[in-house]
């Protein structure tokens, strides 16, 4: 066989090879979290994040319907372990053993679900905790890693845990100043030296917002990646936005503790858009699209040329989340609550955000403070109690997006959101004598604050979406199928 032959075979296959194989590997990735009062059908999310070009996402939670849904999607899954279990975890490996058969092994291997990462606790070192999970989060990672190893799936599947990135500091306040936290360091190099010899990543959780939230001198702009008319500073370097600082302070603590090439991914970032005055739909609008606009170029940050993976946080709102950091903790998705749109973004190449669809909604009708209701009504605040004790006025906080409501729209609002809680039961149209239910959409106009009305958790338009996937995938397995047989007729013509 002359080697001019071979040689135009090699290329055509690595020709072909490659195509797909660029074509496989760009996506963005996501964070799914399922804090909702009326969730959206797991599979209407699926393809909410395929039509947007979503290729990875992370659970906080191995949630079977989540899991489900995403069996042969072509999505990878991080698979997430609350903290609550690490405590058994660490104790036990028969626990981890257990824990891994019935959460990663089974969807792997019955169901088709690309799970390429467990994430061993969530944030367990954050201050707020007090230590509570310090001493449990090691021995848990290595208890997951001997059950993936057990389970066959230890190359496939990487462990690792996401930190909150008050793990790391600065004294300097520069970028080339980071180390470790003191009271966890011992803890910090052990799981980092673990998870390097495992060939697996750490993963943290940045936050530009939770810093100009925190601090009311932050340099707005310096939150942003279009922006900073004051960039800080370090040695030879230049940074215009926190994401670039924050991340080369933890390169920084890395490269001093002796793990300079240690992989890193960025587990959540994000920007909410209400509950407070800097989260709104322009501040978020802007942060998401610089950072997809990174993501798209694959942009590193100074000290690391090579970009992280970026879990953008969150996908969809979670009305049911908890709000102790914040009333903003209601308002991270990219998406809300139904799917729908807050703001437009451009995925790359012009290519536009799209909302999700086949979306099932309760009757348009909502719950309302009555014209002849009095708004100094002593029933008035018990009222209010309850229905923001069940249902989520977060929106109504101060610089929200319903926050310029008069007593009555304000109690209008809160009566609603219960009202659409409860799926519209007579009954949770009461309060006091207070309450009406009309068909006329209260919302005020010109305004961002909407009075919505929930999903309906009964009737979805399933059938029409799977029957339509199904004649997808095999529209693609047929591709796939005679792609392979062309390729390895062309390897053989080769050898
Ligand atoms: C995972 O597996 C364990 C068995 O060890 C089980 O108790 C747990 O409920 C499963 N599901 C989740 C979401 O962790
Ligand atoms: C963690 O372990 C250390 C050393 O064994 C111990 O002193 C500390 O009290 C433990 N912390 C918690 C919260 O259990
Ligand atoms: C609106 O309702 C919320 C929730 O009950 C309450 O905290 C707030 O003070 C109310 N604002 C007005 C203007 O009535």
Redesign the pocket.
Known sequence: MGFQRFNTCFLLTLCILSQGLVKGAFGFACNWGLRSTHPLPPQVVVKLMKDNGFKQVKLFEADPGALKALGNSGIQVMVGIPNDMLESLASNVNAAIAWVNQNVSNYISKMGVDIRHVAVGNEAFLKTYNGRFVNATFPAIQNIQAALIKAGLGRQVKVTTPLNADVYQSDSGLPSGGNFRPDIQDQMISIIKFLYQSAAPLTFNIYPFLSLDADPNFPKEFAFFDGSNAPVVDGSVSYTNVLDANFDTLISALEKNGFGSMPVIIGEVGWPTDGTANANIKNAQRFNQGLINRIIKRQGTPKRSTPPDIYVFGFIDEDAKSIEPGPFERHWGMFNFDGSMKYPLNLGGGKPLVAAKGVKYLPKQWCVMSAQANAMDPGLADS??K??TYAD?TS?SPGSSCSG???KG??S??FNMYYQTMDQRKDACQFNGLSVITSINPSPPQSTCHFEIMVDLGVHETRTTTSMGAQKMEIHSMIMLVLSFIFTIMLSLCI
């Open positions: 209010l109690s229905a923001c006025c109504l409501l008069d007593t304000n109690a609002y809160a």
